[in-house]
């Protein structure tokens, strides 16, 4: 063991006040574990704007107190820095491993600071915070969640007063804040912090029940799984608030349980992470399955489907963001309707036809959540905004709600979800959307892919040809520049690939668009073929 490396571990061991991670550093400087030691000392989590994100353990390049305490004592700076001093900070967690601890470490944080601070007394889903800050008038707000990371993780999410989660220059200027934090025996905390619960939470409740009309129909059967998450509670409340019948919840998945027990994989998106809930749904004949992921600020939608394995399906994030799109933006609003460049260049379509103005933001809700005079915005990862005067940011207790009212609807006209797909492949075109996704163990490898099609860009993918290469990083008037290449195809496809922001990941984004005369089984058919074709092309051409 390096003298250097041994030092800072000692010294971490000093500072550190959580008797659980002191007792795991002990332990691994006593088995002179070089190589774990080496992964938790030679870098530190960065905080960006999706705030922090990493295993729970001790060391800087982990989520624990002392990382928490710092970040906290960081964004204090910033706040008071900038004279964002006339309200609260608002503090809500999920029920992942030390999520309290770190949430009232914050807390405490905030106060030594001379800032007031407001910690919800229970796990909540993130939703809730993005709301309170408005309705509390608070200058910031931090969740302390992992979102659908697998059980080892945990996280700080960090939003201002807006409501809206940082961007830059505001990630980069906190993080400078965080790295000039001192010794962690000289950042105050106090003890009297303000605590809210049920106040916020039935503020919260009352408006989504108000998002259904009394005269909407509400006869549907409904399946529910939470994954283990913070969902359920305020998942029930809201539907019973909004009318409909409170969902058969599956059993084994119904309680917060940070190690996700049934599930390899705590998120609706991954293959069998709602396995459980189909089955209830079929147990139960029911007309609709939901699914929260773990903080529950995503939802999931999985529908009857007799072509299907099992005789359901789950729909792709790009073809709820339609329904729901067609669905709220038929009324005509007066505002904008946004989802990410990764997402389906069908709500564009929808938005035009309803004469609703339409932009595309990068990937992300902190960057579609600050849309000025928003109205509905989504992305493919089942991220939803249905109330963007309440919550800028995605929420999925509000859109289970609203996806009841779409579902009811169809089914007192005696039609399904998969009718009004349908419908709109029949009046904009059949837009099938794929993922090609490759995680690594080194991340030098997304690197060399990024670095690969930069160098030797394709001029075909699949039976289309490569019209158009936007390279992100560069800019344009109306996006920040990110890593990522956006492909513009022949008749309407397109392409976009990133690393992810929160997963050692390689992330593309495939669309084709098939015309559609009578047979929507005919063009779904063609647009697989397609789709294939163009996923075998670009993985070459990544060399993933």
Not at 32 to 51: P, V
Not at 173 to 195: F, K, N
Not at 483 to 511: F, H, I, N, Q
């Amino acid at each position: 063991m390096t003298d250097d490396l041994k030092a800072a571990a000692e010294a971490w061991l000093r500072e550190d006040p959580d008797p659980d991670t002191r007792l795991e550093l002990t332990k691994l400087l006593d088995a002179a574990d070089y190589d774990e030691l080496s992964d938790r000392f030679d870098g530190t989590l960065e905080f960006g704007t999706a705030g922090l994100r990493g295993a729970v353990g001790a060391g800087p390049n982990r989520m624990n107190r002392v990382v928490v305490i710092r970040a906290a004592a960081g964004l204090a700076a910033y706040l008071k820095a900038k004279g964002l001093t006339d309200g609260p900070v608002l503090i809500g967690y999920d029920a992942r491993h030390k999520s309290d601890v770190f949430a009232q470490d914050t807390a405490a944080v905030m106060r030594g600071a001379g800032l007031d601070a407001v910690l919800l007394d229970r796990p909540a889903p993130t939703p809730v915070v993005a709301f309170g800050i408005g309705h509390l008038h608070a200058v910031a707000g931090v969740v302390v969640t992992a979102s659908h990371n697998p059980p080892q993780d945990n996280g700080y999410k960090v939003y201002l007063g807006d409501g809206s989660q940082i961007v830059p220059p505001a990630d980069a200027e906190i993080a400078a804040a965080i790295a000039a934090v001192g010794s962690l025996a000289d950042v105050p905390r106090g003890d009297d912090w303000q605590t809210t619960g049920d106040d916020l939470l039935n503020a919260y409740l009352d408006r989504i029940g108000q998002l259904v009309p009394a005269d909407a129909p509400r006869d549907l059967s409904v399946a529910y799984t939470p994954l283990h998450g913070v969902g359920r509670t305020l998942v029930e409340a809201a539907v019973a608030r909004a009318g409909f019948a409170v969902p058969q919840v599956v059993a084994a998945q119904a309680d917060p349980d940070p190690d996700f027990p049934t599930v390899s994989f705590p998120n609706p998106e991954e293959p069998g992470a709602i396995d459980a809930a189909l089955d209830l749904a079929r147990s139960m004949n029911a007309d609709i399955a939901v699914a929260n992921d773990p903080d529950a600020d995503r939802c999931a939608v999985a529908v009857p489907d007799a072509a299907a394995a099992g005789g359901w399906r789950m729909l792709r994030g790009d073809e709820l963001g339609a329904l729901l799109g067609e669905f709220l933006l038929s009324s005509r609003p007066a505002g904008v309707a946004a989802c990410s460049i990764v997402s389906s260049s069908l709500l564009g379509k929808i938005a035009a036809s309803y004469g609703v103005r339409y932009v595309e933001t990068l990937t992300g809700f902190k960057w579609i959540g600050r849309v000025p005079e928003l109205v509905f915005g989504y992305e493919e990862a089942l991220g939803y905004c249905v109330d963007p005067a309440a919550v800028k940011d995605k929420d999925g207790v509000s859109t289970l709600v609203r996806v009841l009212q779409l579902a009811a609807q169809a089914k007192a006209a005696g039609r399904t979800l998969l009718d009004l797909l349908d419908d709109l492949a029949v009046k904009h075109g059949l837009h099938a959307t794929d993922q090609l996704s490759a995680r690594v163990e080194d991340l030098s490898l997304i690197a060399q892919a990024m670095d690969r099609l930069r160098a030797q860009p394709p001029t075909t993918l699949g039976s289309y040809t490569v019209e158009r290469i936007d390279d992100l990083s560069k800019g344009s008037e109306s996006l920040p520049p990110t890593d990522g290449l956006r492909y513009t195809l022949s008749d309407g496809a397109r392409v976009v690939v990133r690393p992810s922001g929160t997963e050692p990941k390689l992330k593309c984004y495939l669309e084709v668009v098939v015309p559609v005369t009578a047979d929507v089984t005919a063009a779904r058919a063609q647009a697989a073929t397609a789709l294939a074709a163009v996923k075998t092309d670009l993985a070459a051409a990544a060399g993933i």
